[in-house]
């Protein structure tokens, strides 16, 4: 960090230019990982709605999921800009990313939620060569794909911005 001198003697210490540029990329990734996660016509708002409208009961946890890690997201991202400190919010980040991309993995890989109670029965249980490359995973769903592309940018980002911080 930089070191200046203001006009009454105070110093301020100022960020360098691209930990300043990287920490605007991460609140972009962070917005974007927040929004896909927020309005996914499935997994976000508009399930929680639907169930809603519908009177059922919430069977699948991944909507109240999706909404509540994304409302995080934006809150940590708003804290960041407004100054707060900066460590913790990036390890919580990153600890989210992580389950993110575990939790997709995961999901797709232990069955799609067959061992949740009320889901799908039967074992659908994948390995992660068909979680990537097969149809109706990451490589032939564009939101998953925008998704998983995302988080790991994110996680990248707020990982070298964590080790930047004093």
């Known amino acids: 960090m930089n070191e200046t001198q203001t006009g009454d003697g105070t110093s301020v210490t100022a960020e360098p230019r691209s930990t300043r540029r990287l920490q605007y990329v991460a609140a972009g990734l962070a917005y974007m990982v927040a ?3 927020l309005f996914h016509p499935t997994l976000g708002t508009p399930a929680l709605v639907a169930y809603a409208a519908a009177g059922t009961p ?8 999706f909404v509540l890690s994304s409302v995080a997201i934006i809150v940590g991202a708003n804290l960041i800009l ?3 400190p900066r460590k913790p919010i ?3 980040g990153m600890i989210l990313m992580l389950v993110y991309i575990g939790g997709y993995f995961g999901w797709h890989a232990l069955g799609h939620g067959a061992w949740w109670g009320g889901l799908e029965h039967g074992w659908y249980g994948h390995s992660i060569a068909e979680i990537l490359l097969g149809p109706a995973h990451v490589r ?3 939101i998953a794909l925008l998704s998983k592309l995302a988080e790991l940018a994110l996680f990248c980002v707020l990982a070298l911005l964590y080790r930047r911080e004093p």
């Open 35 to 37: 929004i896909v996660h």
């Open 140 to 142: 032939d769903d564009r």
């Open 58 to 65: 919430l069977i699948d946890p991944r909507p109240v999921a």
């Open 90 to 92: 990036y390890a919580l």
């Open 82 to 84: 407004l100054g707060s």
